[in-house]
T-cell receptor
Framework: NAGVTQTPKFQVLKTGQSMTLQCAQDMNHEYMSWYRQDPGMGLRLIHYSVGAGITDQGEVPNGYNVSRSTTEDFPLRLLSAAPSQTSVYFC???????????FGSGTRLTVV | AQSVTQLDSHVSVSEGTPVLLRCNYS??????LFWYVQHPNKGLQLLLKYTSAATLVKGINGFEAEFKKSETSFHLTKPSAHMSDAAEYFC?????????????FGTGTRLKVLA
């Protein structure tokens, strides 16, 4: 009964470093998304996927890449970390367009 | 374009008193609307959703919300607050069913419950 699993839970990066935030779900959900949460701004969509092999950009995609080679996994790559990417990142999945998300517990990323 | 406004950034209630968290939305279509709750240092949990069926939606933990098209509102209520309700609450509106699969989050309302 894992749901949506995100790793790591915490990460500190230096400016310019790259890394991958991992997201895996075991519910066979087609739809997966990545959000970032910043104080006073709610959650903003970075990238999303409507199935294996299909991804698209959200409202704040710059500096991030995604791929979806399997239904289960949806990793988020930071290409060259910047302090503006300091945030809490949430991965979410759902079985359909309008059923609502199941969220992971988040990754708190600090870029120094 | 779709948008959602949560009218209060902070709400304080006493334990046992009613809770009202206000949400207005803007949509050119018949929207789907959701409320999520986030406890400190946790992920978000779906409380309830409206998807064009009954306008009064019941959710988990005694919460409910009423969709009012004429007022473009989707306020969240609970008759009696419990200490465990202290959390941040997000109102969410969906994009129209155009296949873009984007949810627009409000900026959140932090609920404080006083003993």
């Amino acid at each position: 009964n894992a749901g949506v699993t995100q790793t790591p839970k915490f990460q500190v990066l230096k400016t310019g470093q790259s890394m991958t935030l991992q997201c895996a779900q075991d519910m066979n959900h087609e739809y997966m998304s990545w959000y970032r949460q910043d104080p006073g701004m709610g959650l903003r969509l970075i990238h999303y996927s409507v199935g294996a092999g299909i991804t698209d950009q959200g409202e704040v995609p710059n500096g991030y890449n995604v791929s979806r080679s399997t239904t289960e996994d949806f990793p988020l790559r930071l290409l060259s970390a910047a302090p503006s990417q300091t945030s809490v990142y949430f991965c979410a999945s759902s079985p359909g367009l309008w059923t609502g998300y199941t969220f992971g517990s988040g990754t708190r990323l600090t870029v120094v | 374009a779709q948008s959602v406004t949560q009218l209060d950034s902070h709400v304080s209630v006493s334990e046992g008193t009613p809770v009202l968290l206000r949400c207005n939305y803007s949509s050119s279509y018949s929207p789907s609307l959701f409320w999520y709750v986030q406890h400190p240092n946790k992920g978000l949990q779906l409380l309830l959703k409206y998807t064009s069926a009954a306008t009064l939606v019941k959710g988990i933990n005694g919460f409910e919300a009423e969709f009012k098209k004429s007022e473009t509102s989707f306020h969240l209520t609970k008759p009696s607050a419990h200490m465990s309700d202290a959390a941040e609450y997000f109102c969410v509106v969906s994009d129209p069913p155009s296949g873009t699969y984007k949810y627009i989050f409000g900026t959140g309302t932090r609920l404080k419950v006083l003993a």
